[in-house]
């Protein structure tokens, strides 16, 4: 099974500001199959990047994610009030695991 | 529009069994795989297994082999998963979500299941 690293555990950052999420993978993800999610408090996770650099339907081009093999980022150019969440890594090359995920809050 | 529909909160004992469902609407059932991922309370994703509802087929994750059964039925375009032998670190929100090329595109809106003597 591949394990997935995030780091850090929790980034405190200002609206307006870039966020920098990483996300290490324990072996090479498969062609890149790696994807991030986003999730607010008392909802469901939501699909924003696939394939480590895709974006998802509706979502918006600050967001980005770059990286191959073990290691992956997701950015957050300009940090917008409603950006702030939980983010999780997952990798679907090899059946499905999740990271322990990013907590981006207000500071 | 997509939707998938699950059914309510849960309380059960340790050592008894929960099955939980997730009615689909606003597309062909049985030409997407569905997904089952659960959440402990204050804590992360955890993938449980897939079925096919065409086929039947399932796989699952490893640390759930054994304990875990997912089926379908197809005349109402419902999913179930049924996690038997309940212990308390089995409490958390389960959430089926429709799978897009190994990704999950729509999400339920979650069942908590609460394991308490």
């Known amino acids: 099974e591949i394990v997935l690293t995030q780091s850090p555990g929790t980034l405190s950052l200002s609206p307006g500001e870039r966020a920098t999420l990483s996300c290490r993978a324990s072996?090479?993800?498969?062609?890149?199959?790696l994807a991030w999610y986003q999730q607010k408090p008392g909802q469901a996770p939501r699909l924003l990047i696939y394939?480590?650099?895709s974006r998802a339907t509706g979502i918006p081009d600050r967001f980005s994610g770059s990286g191959s093999g073990t290691d992956f980022t997701l950015t957050i150019s300009r940090l917008e009030p409603e950006d702030f969440a939980v983010y999780y890594c997952q990798q679907y090359g090899s059946s499905l695991s999740f990271g322990g995920g990013t907590k981006v809050e207000i500071k | 529009q997509v939707q998938l529909v699950q059914s309510g909160a849960e309380v059960k004992k340790p050592g008894a069994s929960v099955k939980v469902s997730c009615k689909a609407s606003?597309?062909?059932?049985?030409?997407?795989?569905m997904h089952w991922v659960r959440q402990a309370p204050g804590q992360g994703l955890e993938w449980m297994g897939r079925i096919n509802p065409n086929s039947g087929g399932t796989n699952y994750a490893q640390k759930f082999q054994g304990r875990v059964t997912m089926t379908r039925d197809t005349s109402i375009s419902t999913a179930y998963m049924e996690l038997s032998r309940l212990r308390s670190d089995d409490t958390a929100v389960y959430y089926c979500a429709r799978d897009r090329l190994e990704l999950q595109d729509y999400w339920g809106q979650g069942t908590l299941v609460t394991v308490s003597s």
């Open positions: 394939g480590a650099s």
């Open positions: 606003g597309y062909t059932f049985t030409g997407y795989y």
């Open positions: 072996q090479s993800v498969s062609s890149s199959y």
